[in-house]
């Protein structure tokens, strides 16, 4: 039970830390999204729905861009997911390395 606590008190921090990256990374994927809604011609939610699904390269595939720039765009959106999802995971592993340490 210590290492629960420890792991989401440190976790806890290291987001809070990192949280100013954290949220530019999902504006820039937003702004981007909603460049390719303008384009694509989708409304407003869809298109915040489609970026962030397209972020997480979860891709189900509902609404596709048709147009090249919006095509190009999307690989943005996803690489940008990726580094976004990679901070959180990186920010995990080191929280669970530091609070193994103190508890085992």
Known sequence: MEFVLAF?????????FVSP????????????GQIVTFL?????????????????????????????LSKIISVFIALTGIILTGIILAAAVKTVSISLETHL
């Open 8 to 16: 989401i008190n440190l976790f806890g921090w290291a987001i809070y």
């Open 21 to 32: 990256l954290l949220f530019a990374l999902a504006l820039i994927i937003l702004i981007l």
């Open 40 to 68: 694509e011609k989708w409304n407003k939610f869809d298109g915040f729905y489609w970026s962030f699904v397209t972020a997480t390269t979860v891709g189900y595939g509902d609404l596709r861009p048709e147009k090249r």
